[in-house]
Every structure is written in C-alpha cells, then in structure tokens.
C-alpha cells in the first residue's frame, strides 16, 4: 500500500449525475494532484494543490470540480459529465510539489 | 519548457535476461527524473529517482536506472528480468531551476516478460 486511498474504486454515472471522488493521504504530505488515464492516451494532469492551495489547473472542463479542504483530502466533484469523461482518475501526493509522487490505486470511471 | 520520451511502447524480454527500458528527456536547467511502474488496475508506484551524485541509481525490486547527461537519457535496467516485472513503466522528469515543480510524464512502455 502507498498510503492514499481513493474511493470509490469504480463508479458508473448517467451524463445528468452529480458525484464525487474522494482521495485520502496518510504520509504527511504537503501536495496532491488528479490525474486522468484514459486508454491510449498519456497521463494527464488535472489539477495541482500545494498546501491546500491550488496551483495548477490544466485547462480541465469546468464540470470537473477540485476542493482540497485539508493537505490530507482531496475531491474531484464531477457534473454533468460526457462519455469520454470515463477513463481512470488517479490520486498522487507528495512532501512537496515535484517530489516522487505516492498515487493510489484510482477509481475508474464510466459515463454512460 | 521540458519534455520525456520513451520511444518503445513495448518490450518484450525472456525471464532470467536483462532488461532495459529507454528514457530521454529534454529540460533548460537540471533534471530531476523519475521511474514509475503501474501494474494492472493498480495506479503507479514510484521506482526509484535521481537528483544529483552517483549517476547510477538503485530503487525498488532490483531496478536501476543511469543517468547520462551527455546522451540526456535516464534508461531503466535490471540485470535478470521476471515475469512478476511485467508492467507498464512510466520515466517522467522536472525541471529542478523551475518554480513550478510539475513533472511531465512519458507515455510509457509496456514490458513482457516471458517464461
């Protein structure tokens, strides 16, 4: 285990839903970051928080929605979203912004 | 602006030979540089790093990686493969003389191993 957590592991969601992911980091880190994976595609940064402060937002549709409430939880709240929207969405943390990144084991989505 | 590459989107190799898995990058100041290993329906785990020193640097699960300035390359090795190495590998990089601290991931190379 790396010690971020991510639930729920799979999700299915209708385009009109609302849902949230939720990420949870035990090691004491200062940054957290979303990633999406999809298929045939590389790694793709979302969104950056370094001390509970965003500081990267990758041109992401605004029906992705980060809340970093404390530096050991992240959501990613989801609305409206479209069927290329389902892909894998992964979690990382690290001590500081550019450290080796600890990722957890993400939640794959799919939008119907 | 920085930049990784990984130029095999496979590897294949027979159980017990080495391995390697090629990596170059492309930064303005010095590189951090990084390997990661996803295996499946997992997120990735971090595999071992390199700032400065020693330019050949051991991680996790028998894996190392050297570091050649000269070539810009950051490639992955391991002197006797196993089939539990089967995974997809991540190099990825960041500019240490950038504020920003984002790294930027390669698109990964999928490694077989085979009995």
């Known amino acids: 285990e790396t010690g971020v957590t991510q639930t729920p592991r799979h999700l299915v969601m209708g385009m009109t839903n609302k849902k949230s992911l939720k990420c949870e980091q035990h090691?004491?880190?200062?940054?957290m970051y979303w990633y999406k994976q999809s298929a045939k595609k590389p790694l793709e940064l979302m969104f950056v928080y370094s001390l509970e402060e965003r500081v990267e937002n990758n041109s992401v549709p605004s029906r992705f929605s980060p809340e970093c409430p404390n530096s050991s939880h992240l959501f990613l709240h989801l609305h409206t979203l479209q069927p290329e929207d389902s892909a894998l969405y992964l979690c990382?943390?690290?001590?500081?912004?550019?450290?080796?990144?600890?990722f957890g084991p993400g939640t794959r989505l799919t939008v119907l | 602006a920085q930049s990784v590459a990984q130029p095999e989107d496979q590897v294949n190799v027979a159980e017990g030979n080495p391995l390697t898995v090629k990596c170059t990058y492309s930064?303005?100041?010095?590189?951090?540089l990084f390997w990661y290993v996803q295996y499946p329906n997992r997120g990735l785990q971090f595999l071992l790093k390199?700032?400065?020193?020693?330019?050949l640097v051991k991680g996790s699960y028998g894996f190392e990686a050297e570091f050649n300035k000269s070539q810009t390359s950051f490639h992955l090795k391991k002197p006797s493969a196993l089939v539990s190495d089967s995974a997809l590998y991540f190099c990825a990089v960041r500019d240490l003389n950038t504020n920003a601290g984002k790294s930027t991931f390669g698109d990964g190379t999928t490694l077989t191993v085979k009995p």
């Open positions: 930064v303005s100041g010095n590189p951090y």
């Open positions: 090691l004491g880190h200062n940054a």
């Open positions: 990382a943390s690290s001590q500081k912004q550019g450290n080796e990144q600890f």
């Open positions: 390199y700032i400065t020193g020693d330019n």
